[in-house]
């Protein structure tokens, strides 16, 4: 049997086919079971040894040649065939993933939306802050035993990170004269172990109101406007006495859920009268102005808006935690 011209033609035929279909024919006629090359194989029966070692050689050459191209016409027809075929226009591409924001920035807008609807104006302050409007204007001075509320990470030159955002109050004292009443959310630091309800970094909105008849009464409804605001009235609120050095009389307030009166209350703000000292020490006229002051723990509400119960979660980037809000 003449191999090569068997190779010859079938190469021919192979390059004149189009789709897959012709693409078997072709398979069936020249590597089938009943094609020239097996039939050429099975003659071999009646040759001798050293014949059948010789044409058993050639014939196999020749099929891997024949094997070969149909290996490769057949990549070429599907790889042809999937982009005519496959690609239809009209079918709805992957989707991409989209991202969202964090629950603390939910939680924040929330917030900063409630006092705006009570006519707060929000300012921003600097999270690296001097000793000065951290502690001294808010009459902490070095020393005083009040200084260890807020473990301090300090820095060169006796600057440090805020521990609260309360230095905003002198800071926006100092340029504006009352009446006036804002909110400065922003992040806050602190020097100490983290717990469930703990973080070393966390964030705080501070709120500061002075005019000319204001008494805590108001501090009183406009926080409680608030807070029924963000929980859509499901929560109980709890105004308890406490102790800050730039308040006088000062308070904190504690906030659980309507629909679990078992659960445990929650801080969520230190607050109180603006002490006069500070309004000297912006230069204001004496006996002019009165004003309260709060500064409200963002993550504390975020954990009970969403029900969790370790602040912890909020800075942890697990994914899993994160894309349920
Ligand atoms: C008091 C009187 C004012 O006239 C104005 C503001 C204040 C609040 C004061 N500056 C302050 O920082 N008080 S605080 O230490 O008690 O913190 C206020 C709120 O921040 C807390 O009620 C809590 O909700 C949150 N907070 C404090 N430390 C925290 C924290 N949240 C998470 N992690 C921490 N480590």
Redesign the pocket.
């Given at each position: 049997m003449d191999l090569d011209a068997l190779k010859k033609r079938a190469q021919e035929e192979s390059s004149a086919i189009k789709n897959l279909s012709d693409l078997e024919k072709w398979r069936v006629k020249y590597l089938g079971r009943k094609s020239e090359l097996s039939l050429f194989f099975d003659s071999f029966k009646n040759l001798s040894l050293e014949d059948r070692k010789n044409k058993g050689a050639q014939a196999n050459k020749a099929r891997i040649f024949l094997t070969s191209l149909y290996e490769q016409k057949k990549k070429s027809l599907e790889s042809a065939t999937t982009h005519f075929h496959f690609f239809d226009i009209t079918r709805p591409g992957k989707k991409i993933p989209k991202g969202h924001l964090h629950p603390i920035t939910l939680v924040l807008n929330d917030i900063i939306r409630s006092f705006e609807k009570l006519g707060f104006a929000v300012v921003l302050g600097p999270e690296i802050e001097t000793e000065y409007y951290n502690f001294d204007a808010l009459r902490i001075p070095r020393n005083h035993p009040a200084r260890d509320?807020?473990d301090t990470f300090w820095l060169q030159k006796g600057l440090l990170l805020r521990t609260?955002?309360?230095p905003m109050?002198i800071r926006y004292m100092e340029k504006h004269e009352p009446p006036f009443r804002i909110i400065v959310p922003g992040k806050c630091f602190?020097f100490?172990a983290t717990d469930s309800?703990?973080?070393?970094q966390?964030h705080?909105v501070?709120g500061l109101m002075v005019d000319d008849n204001i008494s805590l009464a108001n501090f009183k409804f406009i926080i409680e406007e608030v807070l029924k605001d963000i929980f859509k009235n499901q929560v109980t609120v709890r105004f308890r006495p406490s102790y800050?050095p730039?308040?006088s009389p000062?308070l904190?307030v504690d906030i659980k859920l309507k629909n679990k009166p078992r659960g445990q209350w929650l801080?969520?703000?230190?607050?109180?009268m603006?002490h006069p000292d500070l309004f000297d020490t912006v230069k204001y006229p004496k006996n002019m102005w009165q004003g309260f002051?709060?500064?409200?723990?963002v993550?504390?509400i975020a954990m009970i808006k969403y029900g969790i119960d370790d602040?912890r979660f909020f800075f942890n980037p697990d994914i899993r935690f994160l894309e349920q809000f």
């Open positions: 509320m807020w609260h955002t309360s109050q602190r100490e309800r703990h973080e070393f966390f705080q501070e800050f730039f308040v000062g904190e801080e969520v703000m230190g607050a109180g603006v002051a709060f500064g409200l723990g993550e504390r602040i």
